[in-house]
């Protein structure tokens, strides 16, 4: 059962994120990544992060996306057209890429042989409640610094965004 | 049936993170570089999730949320610069800002 979701889930993943980077018009992409959001949330419920699948949901299908796709029509972005690379490049990016990620995962493999199983529902850590706690007790001052960067990316949004007045 | 491990999810990181890598170094618009950046902080956060799994501990996902926080800062501050930069250039593409460039 884990298996399956987790391969499912996976898949759907890594699909959407293709999707992302081939797709011409910005708008397939933004719904493609609101794919790989979705499929994300599912990954960390199996992972027993109920309270970050619910934030990922929120925040980035939500959030982000809505403004994602809000400035694609605000500034009418159209397919862009594809430019010419050149031969190498063509023939040799998709071999070597898939070689690197296939090296990385051998040697993440020689790395961590011990590693643990994961069950749905073997760690129950990550409700609200243990987010909550840790957060305003072990990681109070990092959290108030987040609150700050918060505010400054606010105040850096409108004064880029704003019309200049002279 | 072979079991999911720890291992699985972050040969999915690495996938992802590769794939955004393609998308921020191939793609002309900024707005599906910005995307691509995305992908690639979501890929840091399925690392983090799934050692704080293995390590049976709540830290990794604080730190997930303080990526997520960071993913938020950076899109909306990087999407006020793209539409400053429409404003004056009328372009999205980023082949085609190149003041800079000499």
Redesign the interface.
């Known amino acids: 059962m884990d298996v399956i979701l987790f391969l499912v889930f996976a898949i759907i993943a890594v699909v959407c994120a293709i999707n992302v980077v081939v797709q011409t018009h910005p708008i397939s992409s933004a719904v493609s990544l609101v794919g790989v959001m979705a499929s994300l949330a599912v990954l960390y419920l199996l992972l027993g992060a109920e309270f970050l699948a619910a934030a990922q949901v929120i925040v980035y299908a939500g959030a982000i996306m809505v403004l994602f796709v809000f400035v694609i029509m605000l500034l009418n972005a159209g397919a862009e057209a594809k430019k010419g690379r050149s031969f190498t490049a063509q023939l040799l990016g998709l071999p070597l890429l898939v070689a690197f990620l296939g090296l990385m995962a051998y040697f993440v493999q020689r790395l961590f042989p011990q590693s643990t199983m994961v069950h749905f529902g073997g760690f129950r850590g990550g409700g609200a409640a243990e987010i909550g706690h840790a957060l305003f007790t072990t990681f109070l001052l990092p959290f108030e610094v987040t609150s700050i960067l918060i505010l400054v990316a606010i105040l850096g949004a409108i004064v880029l965004a704003r019309k200049e007045m002279d | ?12 990181s ?3 993170l ?3 890598t ?2 921020v170094l ?4 900024i ?2 570089i ?3 950046i ?2 690639i902080l ?1 890929a840091v ?2 690392n983090l ?2 050692f ?3 390590a ?4 990794g ?2 730190f ?3 990526v ?10 990087g ?6 930069l ?2 004056n250039k009328e372009t ?2 980023a ?1 085609e800002i190149d003041l800079l460039k000499w």
């Open positions: 049936m072979h079991p999911v491990t720890t291992v699985h999810y972050l040969a999915l690495a996938a992802l590769l794939i955004g393609v998308g191939t793609r002309r618009s707005v599906i910005l995307m691509s995305e992908l979501n956060n399925i999730v799934a704080s799994r293995q049976h501990a709540v830290h996902q604080i997930a949320i303080f997520i926080v960071d993913a938020v800062a950076e899109a909306a501050v999407l006020g610069i793209l539409i400053a429409f404003r999205v593409l082949d």
